[in-house]
């Protein structure tokens, strides 16, 4: 089965969002660098974003201003469409970020489109904000974008740090709108950074 055999409702709204909803499948083809706590393969984006929309759900009462969760969450469960496109951009990969956001720019043109264009620019504008990081929701949603993998990597011996040959101050950069935003999870976030150091996960 594939696209090709998509049954037309005769309806073109109908049509498109359940094309989309097709073409996000392709989410779980997406791997991250990110160990699964068991350590029995890679996470793929899908799995990452569900992670951090339920983790959405937990932790605001460390949040230094008010959010709302139920929005933080749609956030969450949207921030990496674009990758279906643009592929997985390593954090700590300098290169690769370099064109991240002219590939994930493109991304963005070629996704939303195929949507109603209401809800393409609806789920787009969470995209925007969520990169901007100017709005509490936006920064509480990029908390959890990395705390998320932060704990993978203390449960998975620091598996993509020791990957990639990452050095503390890197992950203390990555982790500033923690220390930022929820200074309580922090103190337990710059423990483990000791632990990680100690342990030869992070270089010093």
Same mark, same amino acid.
């Given at each position: ?54 983790? !959405? &759900?937990?932790? +605001?009462?460390? #949040?230094? $201003? ?6 933080? /969450?749609? @956030? ?48 787009? !504008? &969470?995209?925007? +904000?969520?990169? #901007?990081? $100017? ?6 949603? /990029?908390? @959890? ?52 150091? +100690? ?6």
């Amino acid at each position: 089965m594939s696209m090709e055999d998509f049954l037309t409702s005769g309806k073109v709204r109908l049509d498109q969002q359940l094309k989309f909803s097709a073409e996000i499948d392709q989410m779980t083809q997406i791997l991250r660098r990110t160990l699964l706590v068991d350590k029995s393969r890679r996470e793929n984006d899908a799995e990452h974003s569900w992670h951090i929309a339920v983790m !959405a &759900l937990l932790f +605001e009462e460390y #949040a230094k $201003e008010p959010v709302n969760v139920s929005r933080v /969450a749609e @956030m969450c469960v949207v921030h990496d469409l674009v990758e279906i496109y643009a592929g997985d951009t390593f954090a700590y990969d300098v290169n690769g970020n370099q064109d991240k956001q002219a590939r994930e720019e493109a991304a963005a043109d070629k996704l939303f489109a195929q949507l109603p264009e209401e809800q393409g620019s609806r789920i787009r !504008a &969470l995209w925007e +904000e969520f990169d #901007a990081l $100017e709005t509490a929701d936006a920064k509480y949603a /990029a908390c @959890m974008d990395r705390l998320q993998p932060f704990l993978h990597n203390t449960l998975t011996d620091g598996h993509t740090w020791v990957e990639g040959g990452t050095a503390r101050p890197a992950v203390e950069k990555r982790m500033g709108i923690i220390k930022e935003f929820m200074p309580e999870v922090y103190d337990w976030i710059s423990a483990n950074l000791d632990r990680a150091v +100690e342990k030869g996960w992070l270089k010093p």
